[in-house]
Every structure is written in C-alpha cells, then in structure tokens.
T-cell receptor
Framework: GDSVTQMEGPVTLSEEAFLTINCTYT??????LFWYVQYPGEGLQLLLK?????DKGSNKGFEATYRKETTSFHLEKGSVQVSDSAVYFC?????????FGTGTRLKVLA | GAGVSQSPSNKVTEKGKDVELRCDPI?????LYWYRQRLGQGLEFLIY????????KSGLPSDRFSAERTGESVSTLTIQRTQQEDSAVYLC??????????????FGPGTRLTVL
C-alpha cells in the first residue's frame, strides 16, 4: 500500500542555517504531495503542495519539488528562523486517502 | 471565513464510558476525515466521508469506534467502552473534494481525549 517515509527528528539548527527534511513515498500512479506544519499549541496547517511531477510548491520561504524519478518531496529552506520551530509532516494523497509521515520536529535556536 | 471546528476541545472520561466527538467542517466541503494523533506520533487515518457515506472505514481501530455524518455537514465520532489506549488527540479535516485541485485538507483544532 501507499506509504511515506520522512527523516526522523528532532532536527536542531541555528538561526539562518539551511534546512532539509527528507521525504520519500511509495504509491501507485501520481499522488498529490503535501507538507503540513504543526506549530506548538496549534493545529495542522498546510505549508505547501505539488500535484504533478516537477512541480515546485513554495510558501514562507520553504520549497519542495515533486521528483517522480526518485519518489521524493524533500522540504528545504535557505535560512531558518526561530519561528519555524514546529513539527513538519510529509503527506501524500492517493485515490482519496491521505497518508502522513511520522513527522519531523524542528527546533531553531537563536 | 469559518474554519473546521471541533468539540469538545478537551474530554476526560473514565475507562468504560462512551464518548462522542463532534466535527463541523467548512461549509460546502464534501469530504471529511477523522484522524487520531497519539502523543509524539504521526496522524493515523480513521475514516473518510464523501457526502454522508463512508467508503473507507478501514482505519477504525476496533468495533468500539463508529462515525456518522448527516446533512453532508456535521460528523460525530463515537467511542464506546473507552480504554486508556484511546487517549489521543482526535483531529477532523475537511476538503472541498477528495480528488482534484480542491483536495487540500483543512484541519480542526482537535479534541484531546484522556481516558483515566
């Protein structure tokens, strides 16, 4: 069945460091791909999405590119801020069901 | 506009009691989802509604769990004879459609269930 594997955390970075959170998936066909973020004490929010191969989703300085050949959707940001500290979930949607990764906790230190 | 709302926000119950959790999706959203998030873990899919029907109940952990949706709106997740292992945050999400461009899910704040 469909599955998502993402980088285990926690990831601790200094402010302005470069961030990569790896995500790979297994799915039939061409699923839509998402990154969701959960800030401390808040609900899940959509961060970005991509719906077809080579699409790049971007938001708040974060980017992820839909790589069909490597079945990956890695999340990147060039310069993280303390306010980016949160848990990030890689997600795929197959036919209708959403499959979430286990989440990667990011902590950014000032 | 109004987002997805859930009630109660917190529920503490005794083992063996029944609980009902409510979800009000965004108006006009035809797809509705329930998830469970145990402490420090990812989201576990429970059930999906398209309109008032549930084509996929495969994620429900046991027959103590049931859910319904009426009027293509409100949904209720019921847990009978609660067990301590049911303690978790129960999240509801809705989307305009389940497939296609408008498939982005919007999440409610969740109901934190604690079974003593």
């Amino acid at each position: 069945g469909d599955s998502v594997t993402q980088m285990e955390g926690p990831v601790t970075l200094s402010e302005e460091a470069f961030l990569t959170i790896n995500c790979t998936y297994t799915a039939t066909g061409y699923p839509s791909l998402f990154w969701y973020v959960q800030y401390p004490g808040e609900g899940l929010q959509l961060l970005l999405k991509a719906t077809k191969a080579d699409d790049k989703g971007s938001n708040k300085g974060f980017e992820a590119t839909y790589r069909k050949e490597t079945t990956s959707f890695h999340l990147e940001k060039g310069s993280v801020q303390v306010s980016d500290s949160a848990v990030y979930f890689c997600t795929i949607r197959g036919t209708y069901k959403y499959i979430f990764g286990t989440g990667t906790r990011l902590k950014v230190l000032a | 506009g109004a987002g997805v709302s859930q009630s109660p926000s917190n529920k503490v119950t005794e083992k063996g009691k029944d609980v009902e959790l409510r979800c009000d999706p965004i108006s006009g959203h035809t797809a509705l989802y329930w998830y469970r998030q145990r402490l420090g873990q990812g989201l576990e899919f429970l059930i999906y509604f398209q309109g008032n029907s549930a084509p996929d109940k495969s994620g429900l952990p046991s027959d103590r769990f049931s859910a319904e949706r009426t009027g293509e709106s409100v949904s209720t997740l019921t847990i009978q004879r609660t067990q301590q292992e049911d303690s978790a945050v129960y999240l509801c999400a809705s989307s305009f459609t389940a497939r296609g461009r408008e498939d982005t899910q919007y999440f409610g704040p969740g109901t934190r269930l604690t079974v003593l």
